[in-house]
C-alpha cells in the first residue's frame, strides 16, 4: 500500500449541553444502554471521520505510533486493513486500545469519552435512534451486514470512511454507526 500524505485532520466543532444518555426502552438491547440518564458534556472537537489507515500510517512513520502499536495483519486477522493495499482510505481497525490512545496523543488530542461519543453520534443528544436520525439501518446509512449476512453491505470488508453521507450526523460525523468499532476510553 502506498500511504503517502494523510493530509490534515478534519475537525469538527461539537458544542456542548445537556441530553438523555441511554435507552428508555425496558427491550434495550445492551443492559448497559440502561437506565437512561441526563448527562451533561462540555464543548469539544472530534473527527470528522474514523481514522483511516493513511492517517495511522503518518503517525507510525513520525515515529509517534511504533510497534507493536502497528495493527495486526493476516491469519484471524484476514480483515483488518492495515498494509492491505487500496485500503488507504479505509478505516484502521484491529489496533489495540494503547494504539489508538497513542494515535490520539500525537494528534494533541484525546479519545472522546462515552457520553461524548454519544452525544455526537445522536447530533447534538437528540432524541435519535441513529445517527441519521429514525429510519431502519441499512446500507443506504451505513456499512453494515448485508441483508445476506455478509459484512460490509456484501464486500466482505470494511468500506472507505464517509462512504455513506446519508448517514452522517447532522454536523456531517461520517460513519457513527457502521464500518468499525470505535475504543472509548470509559
Not at 53 to 65: F, K, Q, R, S, T
Not at 87 to 104: I, S
Not at 156 to 164: A, E, L, N, R
Request: proline share 6%.
Amino acid at each position: 500500500s502506498d500511504y503517502g500524505d494523510a493530509g490534515p485532520v478534519d475537525w469538527v466543532a461539537i458544542s456542548g449541553g445537556t441530553y438523555l444518555q441511554g435507552n428508555t426502552s425496558i427491550d434495550s438491547t445492551y443492559y448497559t444502554e440502561t437506565p437512561a440518564h441526563n448527562v451533561t458534556v462540555p464543548s469539544f472537537a472530534m473527527m470528522r471521520n474514523e481514522v483511516t489507515c493513511a492517517e495511522y500510517a503518518a503517525c507510525v512513520l513520525d515515529g509517534a505510533c511504533f510497534e507493536p502499536s502497528e495493527p495486526e495483519t493476516g491469519g484471524v486477522l484476514e480483515h483488518c486493513n492495515w498494509l492491505v493495499w487500496g485500503r488507504d482510505d479505509h478505516p484502521v481497525n484491529c489496533l489495540y486500545f494503547w494504539a489508538a490512545e497513542q494515535y490520539c496523543a500525537w494528534l494533541g488530542g484525546r479519545m472522546p469519552s462515552e457520553s461524548e461519543w454519544e452525544y455526537a453520534a445522536r447530533s447534538l443528544g437528540k432524541d435519535n435512534e441513529y445517527p441519521w436520525g429514525a429510519a431502519e439501518p441499512s446500507c443506504d446509512y451505513a456499512v453494515k451486514y448485508s441483508a445476506d449476512g455478509v459484512e460490509g453491505c456484501g464486500t466482505g470488508h470494511t468500506w472507505p470512511v464517509c462512504s455513506k453521507p446519508l448517514g452522517n450526523t447532522e454536523q456531517g460525523l461520517c460513519d457513527m454507526a457502521g464500518n468499525v468499532y470505535e475504543w472509548l476510553p470509559d
